[in-house]
């Protein structure tokens, strides 16, 4: 063979073991039914059946979790119900037009009102856990490895025990014996011998603890790979405190605090256990009002439609944040380079 003719491909054996893979030459184009793919070439039936084995597990866990389940409510949510809370397949758009405020005396806005009352509780919520997380993980990040990992610690020790147990513990903490509503009491807060709660100090309280954790994990694992260069040079270009913050700090831990917001708003707007342990009738949400389609009134197609509804809210949240809410992708649409 002369050297101007073209070489065979060369065999390269794959560091997973197996067949060897053929690796293409300079300028060699794949034969019919072939691809080239990390350096090798592959048929494609070969690949198709590694990508199916590959997202097989993970698809069939959504449908079967979350595809099939989304669909029953869908089809639920159109189906009317009974006098004694069985189910008439009968399709119509009664329960949506409920939701709206429409029903047998005229329109009335109080499902509208537990709908926006949810998303103010959530969102005060996350507000309220975003403004505790920051310094506390920020604290957190700065001790030493030993002291941290105990820190760390004590802040997973809420994920040991369930949610009411949590709650029920804030009612013994709030009770009118102890120290709170005494001192509550003695500034004119409450009445001499009444607890603190229900009201919206102990729903806000109960649902910022709870979700606590959930905002400053995320947090933490960014602000552990924080480049105090940045800080130090924003220090030495005479930046104020805030600007540290905005110009430095923020852009480096933005991915942890899109993933906490995320998964402490969401929860906070749908939870029950808390709101109605300590908020009592006077805090009724989203989350409330299912429960109570679910169990006392057993109007399951209302509570279909209510479930549709808060996923609905969700999903509008996230949309909104993802287009207007991530500067990154502000700077990907408009050919910049993220901060």
């Known amino acids: 063979m002369t050297p101007g003719q073209n070489q065979p491909p060369e065999k390269q054996t794959p560091a997973h073991g197996g067949p060897p893979l053929m690796k293409p030459s ?12 990390y350096g090798g070439i592959h048929r494609q039936r070969d690949l198709r059946l590694k990508g199916s084995a590959l997202l097989g597990p993970g698809l069939a866990w959504l449908l079967i979790f979350l595809a099939i389940p ?19 397949w009968i399709w119509n758009l009664d329960n949506y037009k409920r939701l709206l405020g429409y029903g047998l005396f005229g329109w009335t806005p109080d499902h509208l009102i537990i709908l926006g009352r949810s998303l103010l509780v959530g969102l005060v919520s996350t507000l309220i ?31 040991w ?14 009770s009118p014996q102890l120290p709170p509503a005494r001192i509550a009491a003695f500034f004119g807060f409450i009445e001499t011998g009444a607890p603190l709660f229900p009201g919206s100090f102990a729903t806000y309280l109960g649902l910022v603890s709870t979700f606590l954790p959930f905002m400053a994990l995320p947090l933490y694992s960014s602000l552990e790979r924080l480049d105090w260069e940045l800080l130090e040079a924003a220090r030495d270009l005479y930046a104020s405190r805030w600007q540290v913050f905005t110009q430095a700090i923020l852009p480096q831990t933005r991915p ?3 993933v906490g917001v995320i998964v402490t708003f969401i929860p906070a707007m749908a939870m029950f256990v808390v709101t109605d342990l300590l908020g009592g009738a006077r805090y009724m949400l989203i989350g409330n009002l299912i429960q109570n389609q679910f169990s006392t009134s057993r109007d399951w197609p209302f509570g279909a439609a209510l479930c549709l509804a808060l996923m609905a809210l969700t999903m509008i949240g996230l949309m909104l944040y993802r287009r207007w809410g991530d500067p990154r992708d502000k700077n ?7 901060p």
């Not at 300079?26 to 793919?37: F, N």
């Not at 025990?161 to 709030?174: A, C, I, K, P, S």
């Not at 990907?332 to 993220?338: I, L, N, P, Q, V």
Request: with cysteine; hydrophobic share 45%.
């Open 26 to 37: 300079p300028g060699e184009e794949p034969g019919p039914g072939l691809v080239t793919w």
């Open 70 to 88: 989304c669909s029953g409510l869908v089809i639920l949510s159109f189906a009317r119900r009974g006098d004694f809370g069985d189910i008439h």
């Open 129 to 159: 856990c975003i403004l505790l997380a920051y310094p506390l993980t920020f604290y957190i990040a700065t001790r030493p490895p030993k002291t941290r990992n105990w820190l760390l610690l004590l802040l997973v020790v809420p994920f």
């Open 161 to 174: 025990t369930n949610v009411v147990v949590r709650t029920y513990g804030w009612l013994l903490v709030l």
């Open 256 to 258: 942890g605090l899109t």
């Open 332 to 338: 990907e649409k408009s050919g910049g380079a993220a």
